[in-house]
Nanobody, 124 residues
C-alpha cells in the first residue's frame, strides 16, 4: 500500500513559480511511474506531467510544456513538480498519482494510488 502526500501549493501571482512535492508516507515509489494531474472548478481532471520509474523519461501536457518540470528523488521517495511562469488557468487542485508499472500513462485510470491534492491559486 502506498500513501501519497502532496505539499507546496499556495497562492502566487501570475508569472510566479511554485514547487509541488509528493512524498510517499507509506510504501516506496522508487520503481513506479509517477504523474501529476489537476482539476479546476467545474472541469474534468486533466493530465499535467509524468515520469518513468527511472526518472529518465518524461511526458507533459501541451499546456505546460516549457513551463513545468517533473522530477523525482527516489532516495527521498519524493516526486516534484516545478511550475514556472504560472498563468491564471493553472489554478486547480493538483494531485500526484503512482502507477505501479514503470512507464506511466496520461490517463488517470491507469494510476493505482492518489494523493489528497494541494490547491494552487494563481492571481492576476
Amino acid at each position: 500500500q502506498v500513501q501519497l502526500v502532496e505539499s507546496g501549493g499556495g497562492l502566487v501571482q501570475a508569472g510566479g513559480s511554485l514547487r509541488l512535492s509528493c512524498a510517499a508516507s507509506e510504501g516506496t515509489i522508487s520503481s513506479y511511474g509517477m504523474g501529476w494531474f489537476r482539476q479546476a472548478p467545474g472541469k474534468e481532471r486533466e493530465f499535467v506531467a509524468a515520469t518513468s520509474g527511472s526518472g529518465r523519461s518524461w511526458w507533459y501536457a501541451d499546456s505546460v510544456k516549457g513551463r513545468f518540470t517533473i522530477s523525482r528523488d527516489n532516495a527521498k521517495n519524493t516526486v516534484y513538480l516545478q511550475m514556472n511562469s504560472l498563468q491564471l488557468e493553472d489554478t486547480a487542485v493538483y494531485y500526484c498519482a503512482a502507477d505501479v508499472s514503470k512507464i506511466p500513462g496520461t490517463q488517470g485510470s491507469a494510476y493505482d494510488y492518489w494523493g489528497q491534492g494541494t490547491q494552487v491559486t494563481v492571481s492576476s
